[in-house]
């Protein structure tokens, strides 16, 4: 068996919305009867998986596809965390490209549809020479560009992408432009679009802001982040769509609160006045940094607003760089997102164009 069609899903930035594709694909190609793969040359360390630490997006797709085997198969390149240098040899990049292609080689057996996930931008792997542009030249796979709506910002990051890939020869199939706002929706149809037409690229899809896929329960982020709820247990299954982090005065704090939506408001949990803002501003969750206990005074409000108080050890910043590597994410429990992910693809996306169905 040959494989049919590769498809590389690659961002402009990061959290553009590459898996909610490579999900949506994956189950509209296997609903058309065809034998799906996936795989995904470079990862980051995120989830724990068959008693090592892998990729979430490998995880998720190996359990959605019933993919077999170690997860180094389908991931054989992980970077862990932020300072990942020190791991690797640039000197010896063609030995890690080999090993890419090793794996994609065993991963692709079998298979018709090849689902190829870019790491976090498009450049991500040059160090070893295994940005996506390269990878996919090697794989001969074409690649779809999603990229988040940015207002007419946009434009630009797709066309300074278009230029970067052909410096590589890599074939470029089109973009998807995603979380569109329904008031944005008619510029880009109008405006945007055109615009990138006339410069030869073609839109594959212009897919709406969903809160499903942009939210996450407080519950979800309770168990990924650990730490101690203290009040308000009531409130563990609202959504949360927006991360704050308050390190400012009272009344500075309300008015910023209270211009967002749905919000998780990370602060010092010495910082009750702050935590008091928050609360009245209407919060869905707070999390209280430093293990530093608040005034007991809060906890009876918490309750009564239904907000949970989760205190972790962490500081601020390590608190808000590991909540950002959990929201958008679609775990592989998650069958409500699975299925809007599918749904929000098959109804927005050019996918028979994709599929070459």
């Known amino acids: 068996?040959?494989?049919?069609?590769?498809?590389?899903?690659?961002?402009?930035?990061?959290?553009?919305?590459?898996?909610?594709?490579?999900?949506?694909?994956?189950?509209?190609?296997?609903?058309?009867?065809?034998?799906?793969?996936?795989?995904?040359?470079?990862?980051?360390?995120?989830?724990?998986?068959?008693?090592?630490?892998?990729?979430?997006?490998?995880?998720?797709?190996?359990?959605?596809?019933?993919?077999?085997?170690?997860?180094?198969?389908?991931?054989?390149?992980?970077?862990?965390?932020?300072?990942?240098?020190?791991?690797?040899?640039?000197?010896?990049?063609?030995?890690?490209?080999?090993?890419?292609?090793?794996?994609?080689?065993?991963?692709?057996?079998?298979?018709?549809?090849?689902?190829?996930?870019?790491?976090?931008?498009?450049?991500?792997?040059?160090?070893?020479?295994?940005?996506?542009?390269?990878?996919?030249?090697?794989?001969?796979?074409?690649?779809?560009?999603?990229?988040?709506?940015?207002?007419?910002?946009?434009?630009?990051?797709?066309?300074?992408?278009?230029?970067?890939?052909?410096?590589?020869?890599?074939?470029?199939?089109?973009?998807?432009?995603?979380?569109?706002p329904d008031n944005m929706k008619e510029r880009v149809e109008n405006v945007i679009k055109p615009l990138l037409e006339k410069n030869g690229v073609r839109v594959l899809g212009v897919m709406p802001e969903d809160k499903l896929l942009s939210s996450i329960p407080v519950r979800e982020i309770y168990e990924a982040i650990g730490g101690n709820l203290l009040a308000g247990e009531e409130g563990m299954d609202k959504m949360v769509e927006t991360i704050l982090v308050g390190a400012m005065s009272p009344e500075s704090a309300m008015r910023y609160f209270q211009k967002a939506k749905n919000e998780l408001v990370i602060t010092g949990g010495d910082r009750t006045d702050i935590v008091f803002a928050a609360l009245e501003a209407g919060a869905r969750a707070i999390i209280l940094t430093g293990n530093l206990y608040p005034s007991v005074k809060i906890f009876p409000r918490a309750d009564e607003l239904a907000v949970p108080l989760i205190l972790v050890p962490y500081d601020t910043y390590t608190t808000l760089q590991i909540l950002q590597g959990i929201v958008g994410k679609i775990r592989p429990e998650d069958q409500r997102r699975i299925d809007r992910a599918k749904e929000i693809v098959a109804e927005n996306v050019d996918w028979k164009h994709i599929l070459n169905e």
């Open 1 to 180: 068996m040959m494989v049919e069609k590769r498809v590389y899903i690659a961002s402009t930035e990061e959290k553009a919305g590459k898996s909610v594709i490579a999900i949506g694909l994956a189950l509209i190609a296997r609903n058309l009867g065809k034998k799906v793969g996936y795989f995904k040359s470079i990862g980051v360390e995120t989830s724990e998986f068959k008693d090592r630490i892998v990729d979430e997006d490998v995880k998720t797709m190996m359990k959605l596809l019933d993919l077999k085997g170690d997860p180094k198969l389908y991931s054989p390149i992980i970077l862990g965390g932020e300072t990942f240098l020190d791991f690797f040899d640039a000197d010896k990049s063609s030995k890690y490209i080999e090993d890419i292609l090793s794996a994609y080689k065993e991963a692709s057996r079998e298979k018709e549809v090849m689902l190829i996930e870019g790491a976090t931008t498009l450049s991500s792997g040059a160090f070893l020479n295994c940005s996506v542009p390269s990878i996919s030249s090697r794989l001969n796979a074409d690649i779809i560009l999603v990229s988040r709506f940015k207002k007419d910002h946009t434009v630009d990051d797709v066309l300074q992408a278009y230029d970067y890939a052909s410096k590589y020869g890599a074939s470029v199939l089109g973009v998807i432009i995603n979380r569109v």
